[in-house]
T-cell receptor, first 114, second 111 residues
Framework: NAGVTQTPKFQVLKTGQSMTLQCAQDMNHEYMSWYRQDPGMGLRLIHYSVGAGITDQGEVPNGYNVSRSTTEDFPLRLLSAAPSQTSVYFC?????????????FGNGTRLTVT | LAKTTQPISMDSYEGQEVNITCSHNNIATNDYITWYQQFPSQGPRFIIQGYKTKVTNEVASLFIPADRKSSTLSLPRVSLSDTAVYYCLVGDMDSNYQLIWGAGTKLIIKP
């Protein structure tokens, strides 16, 4: 059981470049989300989705786009990378609602923007 | 606006019981309390969740007093591999995407 898979593990971009971080889950979870984690800080929510075709903004959405065309995949797009977007990005998924629906996380993508 | 307060760091020794307390004075009626563990270079991992009184699973116990304004994660007989950052979160289970993550508690276990 793969769980939540993120690719790539590492990425270096130059300012102004664009790229897509991939996230896939094989647990048939309705809810998927993207977080960023900066050194010594907790996770901050970027975007989330409660099902295919439905997305919404989190706490820090600026500079990022998402789409959810299938239940399994939830890619995160950086439109024009900036040094402030240097961070570790985590994708997470869960069943929607109710008790015992914890978040399942991928192992992250470490992004450096120079 | 952070909903929880935890110690920034704690030290303990192998074989000891470790208790990490989290304050959540503004917890709402529908909020559950959830703890996650994060190792370096990995995503957080769910440990335990509860609403009131005591919950126990194979790795930890969670103690919640009647007023629910705090909770304590208890790790029995810790080992070096329990060195990690532990996050306490509160949130409505029907909208877990609104959880606010603090900086967590960095737990260091010494031999």
């Amino acid at each position: 059981n793969a769980g939540v898979t993120q690719t790539p593990k590492f990425q270096v971009l130059k300012t102004g470049q664009s790229m897509t971080l991939q996230c896939a889950q094989d647990m048939n979870h309705e809810y998927m989300s993207w977080y960023r984690q900066d050194p010594g800080m907790g996770l901050r929510l970027i975007h989330y989705s409660v099902g295919a075709g439905i997305t919404d903004q989190g706490e820090v959405p600026n500079g990022y786009n998402v789409s959810r065309s299938t239940t399994e995949d939830f890619p995160l797009r950086l439109l024009s990378a900036a040094p402030s977007q240097t961070s570790v990005y985590f994708c997470a998924s869960s069943y929607l609602g109710g008790q015992n629906s914890p978040l399942h996380f991928g192992n992250g993508t470490r992004l450096t923007v120079t | 606006l952070a909903k929880t307060t935890q110690p920034i760091s704690m030290d303990s020794y192998e074989g000891q019981e470790v208790n990490i307390t989290c304050s959540h004075n503004n917890i709402a009626t529908n909020d559950y309390i959830t703890w996650y563990q994060q190792f370096p270079s990995q995503g957080p991992r769910f440990i335990i969740q509860g609403y009131k009184t005591k919950v126990t699973n194979e790795v930890a116990s969670l103690f919640i007093p009647a007023d629910r304004k705090s909770s304590t994660l208890s790790l029995p007989r810790v080992s070096l591999s329990d060195t990690a950052v532990y996050y306490c979160l509160v949130g409505d289970m029907d909208s877990n995407y609104q959880l606010i993550w603090g900086a967590g508690t960095k737990l260091i276990i010494k031999p």
